[in-house]
Nanobody, 115 residues
Framework: QVQLVESGGDLVRAGGSLKLSCAAS????????MAWYRQAPGKQRELVAT???????NYADSVKGRFTISRDNVKNSVYLQMNSLKPEDTAVYYC?????????WGQGTQVTVSS
């Protein structure tokens, strides 16, 4: 079983920055790709960014150039640096880890961007 705990969500003004963190714990063989997803009210959950164990990254077009995903394999953690935030970035952000036992999700952290 793998537990993921996100932190760092907050209320911020448009143009501001936030850094989300997600730490994995529990019994697992290896964590492969880690990702951040988000879900805004009334919308489907969408992929924001992914990072492989080797550090290769991929971003949704809507966040390219503004968000940066990173990870620390020793700490089994993944981060999302969010800059130039927009009101449309408002959502619950979820961390996901792909492990030997399948995908696991965190409980989510709320990010609210005011205009």
């Amino acid at each position: 079983q793998v537990q993921l705990v996100e932190s760092g969500g907050d209320l911020v003004r448009a143009g501001g920055s936030l850094k989300l963190s997600c730490a994995a714990s529990g019994s697992f063989f290896i964590i492969n790709t880690m990702a951040w997803y988000r879900q805004a009210p009334g919308k489907q959950r969408e992929l924001v960014a992914t990072i492989t164990r080797g550090g290769s990254t991929n971003y949704a077009d809507s966040v390219k150039g503004r968000f940066t995903i990173s990870r620390d394999n020793v700490k089994n953690s993944v981060y999302l640096q969010m800059n130039s935030l927009k009101p449309e970035d408002t959502a619950v952000y979820y961390c996901q880890a792909q492990t030997t036992y399948g995908p696991f999700w965190g409980q989510g952290t709320q990010v609210t961007v005011s205009s």
